[in-house]
Each structure stands twice: as structure tokens, then as C-alpha cells.
């Protein structure tokens, strides 16, 4: 369950969008949640970004940094309600969308994040049940579920 609490800030409040509309508008408003400089951290992902796509097939985008300006291991979960090109591996446009930023210094620990993510969605059913979900707490039981089910 260790997505699930980096899914949630030291209070409680989830960094998890079921129905994100605009994305661009939505990943800014968030970044002000997650970094003690939210803009060097929108800069670190947009330059991760220009280096590769992280739109990494079936459906699934995982825009990834290392930064200074977050004070740790920081997550974001959000679900487009309509496809958003991502330039992915495959082609397929993407509605899932894990945003993972972490410092510098934090690096096994980022790399066995985004790992423990993509054995997660490259199932079909868990993807099903992420886009499914309805509301926050539903998508933070679905991932909880799905974690559990690697164990």
C-alpha cells in the first residue's frame, strides 16, 4: 500500500483526480499542492518530458522527475475524461496519468515506484478499474486493491 499513502499528503488530502477535464490547467493547479516550488517542478517534468516521452502504452502516461523542488517522494494520480496525445510508445492516446516527482537523492526509491506502477497497469482489468472509478476514495481503493493483488 505504499502508492496509496504517497497518494495522500501528511494530511489525509489525496492527490487523486477521477475526472480530469483540462489537463494542463488541472497538473498546475496541482503542482501548487506538491512542491515548495511548483514552478522548478513543472520545469523538471517538462525537461524529463523533452527527453522521452513517458507515455508508455496502453493507455498509461507516466511523467516522471527528480527535482529539488519537492521535499521528498511526491504522487499524483489523475484520469482524463477524454484521451490526451502523449506521443506514447504505442500510439494509443492516454486517460491514466501517474505523475511521480521526487528529489535527487531519492532514486531507488523512484525507480521501484514507477516499476511497482507499470506491473500494476499493465493488467487490463486493473486499467478497467481505474478508469471506472467514480469518485477520489473509489480510484484510492481500486489502486489499493490492485497493490495488494502484486503481493
Sequence with gaps: DELRGILRDHEGAAF???HLSAIREDL???SFWLANDADRMREAIIERESTM?????KGLGLPHAKTSAVNGILAALAVTQAPVDFASMDNEPVRIVFLL?????????????LSRISRMMNQNDARERVLAAGSTEELLDVIQDIESQLN
Excluded: N, Y
Aim: zero cysteines; aromatic letters at 0%.
Design 28 to 30: 498546475r493547479r496541482a
Design 53 to 57: 516521452s513517458t507515455g508508455v502504452g
Design 16 to 18: 487523486v483526480v477521477p
Design 101 to 113: 516527482v521526487g528529489t535527487q537523492d531519492a532514486k531507488s526509491q523512484h525507480v521501484r515506484i
